[in-house]
């Protein structure tokens, strides 16, 4: 099993369309790399993973004012952000993961992570 605790606010993916042209939103790109950072320190130099993985991820964001508010996200947007970001680093591609479990929670913002060879 891979545990990553990545203590930084979730981001979801976001992609800003502009004339003619789609790119994904800074902050988006910033968590990204930043996740992957905590991500090869939970991999200790290990190889990525190769078969079949359940992800579970809980995602930890201060209360926003309305659960409705956008700043609250989509849970499917965080986890296609820590998807992307663990590809390469956890498992070599992400259509590796047949399982995923995700919850959000109201707290002091990190991610929790766990991969498992199922």
Request: net charge positive; glycine share 6%.
């Amino acid at each position: 099993m891979i545990k990553i605790v990545a203590d930084i606010e979730p981001v979801p993916f976001k992609r800003v369309v502009g004339n003619r042209h789609k790119f994904n939103d800074k902050r988006y790109s910033e968590y990204k790399d930043v996740l992957g950072y905590f991500a090869l320190q939970a991999m200790k130099g290990r190889e990525p993973l190769t078969g079949a993985i359940k992800l579970s991820a809980d995602f930890y964001k201060p209360k926003p004012k309305s659960i409705t508010s956008r700043n609250w996200g989509d849970v499917d947007n965080f986890l296609k952000a820590v998807m992307d970001a663990l590809t390469g680093i956890c498992y070599v591609d992400d259509r590796q993961v047949i399982e995923v479990h995700a919850r959000k929670f109201f707290g002091s913002p990190k991610g929790i992570i766990t991969l498992e060879a199922i």
